[in-house]
């Protein structure tokens, strides 16, 4: 089987998508399942690694500097020189440029056509652009998504809160619950001593740490109003942030703020080969408060390292963090999730039990299990007529 992937993102970008495509390519080939990905070029990128990869020249994104958008006649050129390879299924990643190009493609390749639902778009657009009301931006994310999810032929949640949410939405093409799994390496343990070394930070100083995109909508305004009420019990807690994002100043300035300066690192992004490993390992508590999350697959690699973790469960991490995963789950309030975190830090046995209970269930995760999953929704969708042969009432009018 041939699979071509197209997305508006992938590394050296770091976030979940990335994270999740690099997963599945890599299992699905031990699977016999070939993939081709069509994604964009990053200024001063270093060659590709993995095989079967086309990159599109890019644009930058007016105030996102992370992000790359893909000229339509660019990316239309790139995928012309695939035309001539025979492609059994087009899966999308992205609901941007690449969904628009990955359909078309589709369509004339007389192959079916899925997508995987990653990004939350309701709650994005709501932080990216604040001036549209927010009722009105929901109503416009949720007719979008009815839309798109239309021109398919099945699509793939990450999480079972998701799917439901996405039948809420009125969504009425096939939903499959496919997580993204953890590949070998991220159960590998790094070394907390080296990590300490690098960042001067003393053997035996609190350590919590949040590792994600450094956005608005991954909620670490909380957590650092959470850290502040922590200090007053424990002076000598520190609070690393490994990632890199647009909500980076803003949280310097809170920080600020809280009088939080000093205790409060902002690392950036880490080597996912070692350094990732390492800051993990040198964690007491990973700590996690977003509402965006359609899996969070950073929760399954804290606990994968052994970490104690403490966070909140909305929406899709509400699948991960189930009984006996290890977590301690708090609700959104800035004392009561202070003082679990406060509860793993003075109570060593407590922290151990709880990360040793988070490495047993997160082997229950495997990403070779969720590949084969994934291989068998594409033989079954490639069974299936594809949609763009069938006969369907249009839904574009329909109200949210």
Known sequence: MRVLFISDVYFPRVNGVSTSICTFRADLAKLGVETVLVTPQYPNQRRDMEPAITRVASRGVPRDPEDRYMPWRAL???????????FDLVHIHTPFVAHYAGVKFARAAGAPVVATYHTFFEEYLHHYVPVLPRRLGRLLARRFTRSQCAQLDGLVAPSQ??????????????????????????YRHGDAERFRAVHDIPRGRPLLLYVGRVAHEKNIGFLLQSFALLRQARPDALLVIAGEGPAREALIEQARQLGLARD??????????????????????????????TQGLVLLEAMAQGCAVVSTAELGTASILQPGCGARICVEETEPFARAVLDMIEDPLRRERAASQARLYARGWSSEIMARRMMEFYQRICGAEPLHNMRREPRLARTA
């Open 161 to 186: 809160p998701m799917r439901q949410l996405l039948l809420e939405y009125g969504v009425e093409t096939p939903i499959e619950v496919i997580p993204t799994g953890l590949p070998p390496d991220r």
């Open 76 to 86: 239309q050129n790139s995928l012309a020189q695939l035309r001539s390879q025979r």
């Open 264 to 293: 409060v690192r902002f690392i950036g992004y880490l080597d996912r080969e070692q350094g990732l490993a390492d800051c993990y390992a040198s964690a007491d508590v990973f700590v996690f408060a977003s509402r965006t999350e």
